[in-house]
């Protein structure tokens, strides 16, 4: 056991912690789901980039700085300590990037780590269907051989990011003839290709942050295939052991957002007994969210690999997150309701829009309902659940 | 940055494992985890002890908790820093005492004092301080209790007794006593998710293995997911105390509060997955369950810690 941190580590604490407080805006940027915050983002994004601190971890060559996962920690705990804009690039980042590196060619990490790193182009998740939801072998796109290429066709939705991005990485059956997760292809394409619509669908929160995608014939040349043809499982759910596990969800996140609802709660005046204890418990388990991240850290850096254990992190940091926001608006109390823009509003609606951000926590990359069932029968053993045979 | 654990502090664990799996119930289990060398951990060499550090435990406290331990390796580990922290005569009387095994020093809060029955010299948390009370007749009141392997003393403190410990160092043995606890009780909520684990598997109703129905299934994923988030933080808070870190305190209480609430969680879940076998003494079962609920109480409960968390954080 040794929690302390080495003295380049620290240096590279100070040097983040010195950029983001001369370059965070004083004043929140417009919500990514609008085009002019969209925009905003982006510029953002170019100078994060810009100062070496967009993808930290990534390689030289693509726009990284070959950071450790443990720098990697520290550039997020000081990211959200700073209260620095969203990240609009994220599910290019965390999502796909991931699976680029592994299964990319030269060429293809050439041309789409570099602009996703300075966030020129930004990426949608094209996974979900109407049909493949939790069940997302289910997919029922399908894209049909032609001459240097292929025509994707079908409908893809919850698609973040999708009404104002610029690519859509999408998982499609290229085997007319198979079943679940064999034959399926992952896909990488411009969402301003000829036969694509994108619609907007306004979330909780009033913004367009997802989009249904249909795609009508849409030419996709060989060299936009990522992994092999009939590999596009494998290559998706390489990302998604990342978007479950360290990657995604880093601890800096929880702790800022502790820390500020310590702040919230001792300038709301006395609060009774229960509510005192529920801002401790949303503290106590941001740190343990910590612990937990830094145990997972040293068995990565042990050569161990996570697996299905990501799930477990999965279910803890969104129902914690759900919980420190609840907790948040009934420390607010009345004007907990009270969302951006609003006159009375305390720190500009922050909380009212964290929470609504948090509800979405248990649903996305995999419900939790279905994480638990992992956990049961992957990670504990249990006997399976019959499944039906389609 | 590292949180983990030996492959030294792992062989500590597994003889004690080893030990308790052939020896727990036996009358002399104390005698023996003092061959191991466990009451000498937290002791300084000067005192005949092994001078070692609260991580030093870890391993140790965990097999305790999965082998439902009753003896007092917690209690004896909280005195033994105790006893140090004071000094002077009484340090150099009972500290190689304890390292030895020639008398059982035990410290808890008070007024019920495991194992205080069977000690040379009890140490009892009153009201923030500590004081040293020789068990002898009028002292103390053995009690009934839940978990009768964890022997419960209600401990009186003479009128008018000088406190032996005060201040941080006092403020610093509750602290002690609750990470290490919950360093324990991580051990015993994980051999109730696998207890319930083992008996989903064989247990068949409708045709088909109960642990294949969702409905219990997601009962034990989520004892798990507790069980797995309290370890970590135990194990940091353990190592706070050993480095002095300043909020180890708020590390303590943290991961006590995640532990009691993670085995009482877990004991419920197991309980509910063995059904009507689980609920008889024909079954061990209860053996963990007793534990789960005394050790969730000890040292302070959930709700207590969250309230300090919540006094040193707000005001």
Known sequence: MDLSFTPEEEKFRAEVRAWLEANVPAEPLPSFDTAEGFAAHQEWEARLHGAGLSVVTWPVEYGGREASLTEWLIFEEEYYRAGAPGRVGQNGIYLLAPSLFEFGTPEQKARFLPPMARGEEVWAQGWSEPEAGSDLANVHSRAERVDGGWLVSGQKTWSSRAVHGHWLFALVRTDPESVRHHGLTYFLLPLDAPGVTVRGIHQLDGYAGFAEVFLDKVFVPDDQVLGEVGQGWKVAMSTTGSERGLTLRSPGRFLAAADRLVEQAREAGPLDDRLREDVADAWIKARAYQSYTFQTLTRILDGESIGPESSINKIFWSEMDLRLHETALRVLGPAGELVEGAQDAVADGRWADGFLFALAGPIYGGTNEVQRNIIAERVLGLPREPRSKR | ?315
């Open chain 2, 1 to 315: 940055m590292r949180l983990g654990l030996t492959p030294e502090h792992r062989q500590f664990g597994d003889a004690v494992a080893d030990l308790l799996e052939a020896h727990g119930g036996a009358e002399d289990v104390w005698e023996r985890l003092v061959e191991l060398g466990v009451p000498a951990v937290l002791v300084a060499e000067e005192h005949e002890g092994a001078g070692g550090d609260e991580v030093d435990l870890l391993a140790v406290l965990d097999q305790a908790g999965r082998a439902a331990l009753g003896e007092p390796v917690v209690e004896a580990a909280v005195a033994a820093r105790l006893l140090a922290g004071i000094g002077g005569e009484l340090a150099a009387e009972w500290l190689p005492k304890l390292a030895s095994g020639e008398a059982l020093v035990v410290a808890a809060p008070g007024p019920y004092v495991p194992h205080a029955d069977r000690a040379g010299l009890v140490l009892v948390g009153e009201g923030g301080a500590w004081y040293a009370v020789r068990p002898e007749p009028g002292s103390l009141t053995v009690q009934n209790s839940m978990d009768p392997l964890r022997r419960l003393s209600a401990v009186r403190v003479p009128e008018g007794a000088v406190p032996v410990a005060e201040g941080a160092l006092a403020a610093e043995a509750f602290d002690r006593g609750a990470a290490l606890t919950a360093v324990q009780l991580v051990g015993v909520a994980r051999r109730l998710v696998d207890f319930a684990v083992r008996y989903a598997g064989e247990r068949s109703q409708y045709g088909r293995p109960i642990g294949s129905f969702q409905g219990l299934q997601h009962q034990i994923a989520d004892a798990l997911v507790d069980v797995e988030f309290a370890r970590p933080a135990a194990y940091k808070a353990a190592y706070a105390l050993a480095k002095g870190e300043p909020d180890a305190s708020l590390d303590a209480s943290g991961a006590k509060a995640l532990a009691s609430d993670a085995a009482l969680h877990a004991a419920k879940v197991s309980l509910q997955v063995h059904g009507a076998i689980g609920y008889t003494m024909e079954l061990d079962l209860h053996r963990w369950l007793r534990r789960a609920w005394s050790l969730a109480s000890a040292w302070g409960d959930a709700s207590h810690h969250r309230r300090a968390v919540a006094a040193a954080l707000i005001g």
